[in-house]
C-alpha cells in the first residue's frame, strides 16, 4: 500500500520559535495532502488542505497566519508552527490522498508530536 | 455535511467475547466509511472500508463491520477479543459526492480488553 511518512517524529521546541514539520508521499504523487491536529484523548481535527502549486484552504478557525502549509511538489507538504506556543502543544497528522479505481483513498502518516515549552 | 458519532467513549469486554465498537454517520449522499485503529503516539492504521457492495466488510485482524443504511450505521465488530486489540478506534465518514473533501472522523472509542 501507499506509505505517508512524516519528519520528525517527535520535536521539542521553545516558545516563540518556529517549528516546520514534513509529510512526503513515498511511492505516489498526492496533488492534495491533509493537515490534522490531535489533542490527547480527543478526535483528530481537520486543520487545512493543502493543494501542490496553490494555497492551502484552512478550517475554520485555524489561523494561517500561524500555521503555514506549503505544498511546494507532488510528494512534499510542509506545516510550519510559527511562533509556537504552549497551547500549540498536540499531536499533528498529516494524509496524503490518491486517486485509485473510482474514488479517492487517504493515506496516513505517523505523525509528529510537538511539545512547546 | 458530514459527520460521525462514536456515542461510546469506552468499550470494555473480556478476552475471548465478542465485541462491538459503535458508530453512526450523516451525509448528504451515499458514504464512503472506514476504521481506523490508534495505539498510543503512533499514526492511524486502517482497518477496514466500506464503499458499496456486501453490507458486510471485513478487514485486518479479523475485524469487520457492518453497513446499514437504515439505521446510518457502521458498527465494528470481532467475534473474539484479544488484549493486544485494546487501542484507541476512530469511524470516519466521507460523502460519495465530495469525493475531493477530507475525511471526518469521530471522536473516537477506547477499547480496552481485560485478560
Known amino acids: 500500500g501507499a506509505v505517508v511518512s512524516q519528519h520528525p517524529s517527535w520535536v521539542i521546541c521553545k516558545s516563540g520559535t518556529s517549528v516546520k514539520i514534513e509529510c512526503r508521499s513515498l511511492?505516489?504523487?498526492?496533488?492534495?495532502m491533509f493537515w490534522y491536529r490531535q489533542f490527547p484523548k480527543q478526535s483528530l481535527m481537520l486543520m487545512a488542505t493543502s493543494n501542490e502549486g496553490s494555497k492551502a484552504t484552512y478550517e475554520q478557525g485555524v489561523e494561517k497566519d500561524k500555521f503555514l502549509i506549503n505544498h511546494a511538489s507532488l510528494t512534499l507538504s510542509t506545516l510550519t508552527v510559527t511562533s509556537a506556543h504552549p497551547e500549540d502543544s498536540s499531536f499533528y497528522i498529516c494524509?496524503?490522498?490518491?486517486?485509485?479505481?473510482?474514488?479517492?483513498?487517504?493515506?496516513f502518516g505517523p505523525g509528529t508530536r510537538l511539545t512547546v515549552t | 455535511a458530514q459527520s460521525v458519532a462514536q456515542p461510546e467513549d469506552q468499550v470494555n469486554v473480556a478476552e475471548g467475547n465478542p465485541l462491538t465498537v459503535k458508530c453512526t454517520y450523516s451525509?448528504?449522499?451515499?458514504?464512503?466509511l472506514f476504521w481506523y485503529v490508534q495505539y498510543p503516539n503512533r499514526g492511524l492504521q486502517f482497518l477496514l472500508k466500506?464503499?458499496?457492495?456486501?453490507?458486510l466488510v471485513k478487514g485486518s485482524y479479523g475485524f469487520e463491520a457492518e453497513f446499514n443504511k437504515s439505521q446510518t450505521s457502521f458498527h465494528l465488530k470481532k467475534p473474539s477479543a484479544l488484549v493486544s486489540d485494546s487501542a484507541l478506534y476512530f469511524c470516519a465518514v466521507r460523502d460519495m459526492r465530495a469525493g475531493r473533501r477530507a475525511l471526518t472522523f469521530g471522536s473516537g472509542t477506547r477499547l480496552q480488553v481485560q485478560p
Open positions: 466500506y464503499i458499496t457492495g456486501d453490507n
Open positions: 451525509v448528504s449522499g451515499n458514504p464512503y
Open positions: 511511492d505516489f504523487q498526492a496533488t492534495t
Open positions: 494524509s496524503a490522498r490518491d486517486y485509485i479505481g473510482e474514488s479517492y483513498e487517504q493515506y
